[in-house]
């Protein structure tokens, strides 16, 4: 287990390393020149010599590349070139917001998605089942930005308790995170219902009926806990994309998040912002599959234990 | 004999097999009965519906199968009408049951011990503490070396054997008074099967439980059971006491199963089999259902249906549905 942690970990850092030169090369080779984009389509020559000097981007570019990565590792994400702030202070702004989002959307997908899918696989074939599963598949359908749009329309403007944008006051964040659950909530429905039926055609479940056990126990302790393993898997990657920011939600809810402050970055070619911005989404993924990895090994002892798994 | 004496009654039992092809007989009049500490042994190729009798037993038959008729009393209660309720508090306590794959049969991410402890604190009123005790003592009395390791372990660190023996732990883990064994050594090789043959008859004796041992070796029937049933297509064919159906076999499968079996004397060039093989469901000979393989078919055989009687009114208890039994 030690060893595959430390195994995990270097993998990581390779990973993440990878990618910081692939942003770098692609963002450097892209059309468009931020320092134009900056002064405008009639600054003069001089100036945008000068500027460029300032920004350190009349030097080759693996100079560039290596100043970048030496300042990163030492925690200097540089400075954005529009806002004048520093990158990390950017960014770790907005994933206050996007965190948040992130948490409340997938609590209200988990017990929502979760609770679905028990009742669709414990009463399989039935009508609830068709029905849970209908309604499953326009889940996942639904774009967000229409469920949004929905909420905003028929919740936020009818009963006017959810404010329709902005999240200057907690309850702001409820519709923004029922609009971004929703499809996360459809998928682990269904996922946890394929999963379920798998293992309730197992042996070991009739030895739990032939037990004597009741059917609650049953589904909660040996059917639901051994079908967690595919459920942890799109939990883990769904956290991940969650954690990066959902561009359409926040801006069609007017959130500061990662996802706006990439997408206006992008834009506007502001390059540290950018890179800073790629190097947080793909250490977050690295993490989260990470603990997914550990999780694996809580759930089931025979990977912790290191056992052949039949 | 009285009823009373009887531990479980199964009465003309049909269970059917509903499909787009119709409904199928999987079990068709099955009529048995179980003294309580008698060990019954039910022999027939796959697919008689062996294993269906003992999940009808159990309550464990599902749609699209259904008990369609009959009963089956248990200490006087028919289990065929119980409730849910009833039959949950039966099931592990009263009657348990052993299967035939001690590989898939444990929870892969569960620890043995906690295994038997659910199951004893499922019925019994007792603190976890005493229920962690009484699950030590079973997993000791099956013969398990370390048993404070295996009580902490998960079954894929277990041999199939093992695993076996965890499973005997766990059916008689709250002294069952009628104990059905599906096939419990099928899947283990010899020297275990042996084993675990021996550890099922001791604490049968211990325990004074009622068995239905389920098994498609001659061998092993004979040395386990004190009354036998040879099941064909879903039908009884022949029951009888063990020393009448080894000796005597009266049914033409009963006496082709025994000449199944390969003998260590004498100069067998070749393994004797029932040429053909078990009639489909859905595809079943209108009279009787063993005629399609049977050397001594007549025109009869073919057209009716032979009944479950007795051949030998000086000895009665040896049941045959044949129109022409060997005595």
């Keep these: 287990m030690f060893r595959y942690i430390i195994k995990r970990t270097l993998l990581a ?11 770098f090369l692609i963002l450097n080779v892209l059309p468009g020149d931020p320092v134009a984009a900056m002064l405008g389509d009639f600054a003069d020559a001089n100036k945008i010599k000068e500027v460029r000097h300032n920004l350190g981007l009349d030097v080759p570019l693996w100079q560039q590349y290596f100043q970048w990565i030496s300042n990163l590792l030492k925690g200097d994400f540089g400075n954005s070139y529009f806002q004048k702030k520093s990158v990390l202070f950017l960014i770790l702004q907005a994933f206050q917001y996007t965190s948040f989002l992130a948490v409340l959307a997938y609590v209200i997908a988990l017990i929502v998605g979760l609770s679905m899918g028990i009742i669709a696989a414990v009463n399989h074939g039935s009508l609830i089942d068709r029905s849970l599963m209908t309604l499953s598949v326009l889940g996942i359908s639904a774009p967000s930005f229409w469920v949004a749009i929905l909420l905003q329309i028929y919740i936020g403007l009818n009963f006017k308790i959810f404010p329709v944008s902005g999240v200057q006051t907690p309850i702001g964040y409820v519709l923004p995170a029922i609009a971004l659950g929703t499809r996360y909530a459809a998928s682990i429905a269904r996922v946890t219902r394929a999963s379920m039926m798998e293992v309730m055609g197992q042996d070991f479940i009739r030895t739990a009926y032939a037990k004597g056990l009741g059917s609650f126990r049953i589904v909660m302790v040996h059917i ?41 970055a992008i834009g ?43 | 004999m009285s009823e009373k004496s009887e531990l479980l009654v199964i009465k003309d039992l049909d269970v059917r097999l509903f499909t787009e092809r119709g409904t199928l007989p999987v079990l068709d009049h099955i009529n048995l009965s179980l003294k309580p500490g008698e060990i019954l ?44 309720k009833t039959l949950q508090n039966l099931r592990g306590s009263a009657i348990s049951m052993i299967f035939q794959e001690p590989m898939t049969s444990l929870n892969p991410i569960m620890t043995c011990g906690q295994q038997i402890v659910e199951a004893i604190l499922a019925h019994e009123k007792v603190s976890r503490k005493e229920a962690v005790a009484r699950a030590m003592d079973m997993i000791k009395s099956v013969g398990i070396p370390m048993p404070e390791k295996v ?6 660190q277990l041999s199939g054997g093992m695993r076996q023996r965890i499973m005997i732990a766990m ?13 419990p050594t099928t899947a283990l090789d010899v020297t275990v099967q042996a084993q675990i043959l021996y550890l099922i008859r001791k604490l ?23 009354r036998v049933a040879v099941m064909y297509a ?29 003998k260590m004397d004498g100069e067998a060039e070749s393994l004797e089999a029932i040429p053909g093989s078990v009639p489909m469901l859905y595809d079943l000979p209108a009279g009787c259902l063993f005629s399609t393989r049977c050397e001594r078919c007549s025109m009869k055989c073919k057209t009716e249906k032979p009944e479950l009687v007795d051949i030998n009114e000086d000895n009665p208890g040896h049941l045959v549905r044949c129109f022409i039994p060997a005595i």
């Design chain 2, 171 to 183: 059916a008689l883990s709250l002294r069952p008074k009628l104990l059905i064994c599906d096939e």
């Design chain 1, 13 to 23: 850092l390779g990973i993440i390393f990878s990618i910081s030169l692939i942003t």
């Design chain 2, 234 to 262: 879903g039908q009884v064919v022949e029951l009888s006491d063990k020393k009448d159906i080894f000796t005597t076999p009266a049914h033409p499968y009963a006496i082709g199963l025994q000449a199944a079996i390969p």
């Design chain 2, 151 to 156: 009580f902490r372990s998960v079954p894929s």
């Design chain 2, 204 to 226: 049968k004796k211990e325990l004074n439980t009622a068995v239905v041992f389920i098994s498609h070796d001659m061998g092993v029937i004979s040395q386990m059971s004190d």
């Design chain 2, 41 to 84: 042994g039910i022999v027939g190729e796959s697919g008689c519906g062996k294993s269906m009798l003992a999940s009808a037993i159990m309550g464990l038959i599902d749609a699209p199968l259904k008990i369609t008729g009959g009963e089956i009393v248990f200490e006087g209660v028919n289990l065929v009408n119980a409730s849910k």
């Design chain 1, 224 to 264: 639901l806990r051994n079908a967690l393993i595919p459920i942890i898997t799109i939990i883990g990657a769904d956290i991940g994309s969650l954690l990066t920011g959902s561009m359409i939600t926040e801006n069609v809810f007017n959130i500061p998040g990662i996802g706006k402050l990439l997408i206006d």
């Design chain 1, 268 to 310: 506007k070619r502001d390059i540290p912002l950018v890179q800073g911005g790629v190097i947080y989404v793909a250490t977050v993924c690295v993490i989260v599959y990470f603990v997914v990895d550990i999780l694996y090994a809580v759930v089931n002892p025979n990977i912790r234990l290191g056992a052949s798994v039949e």
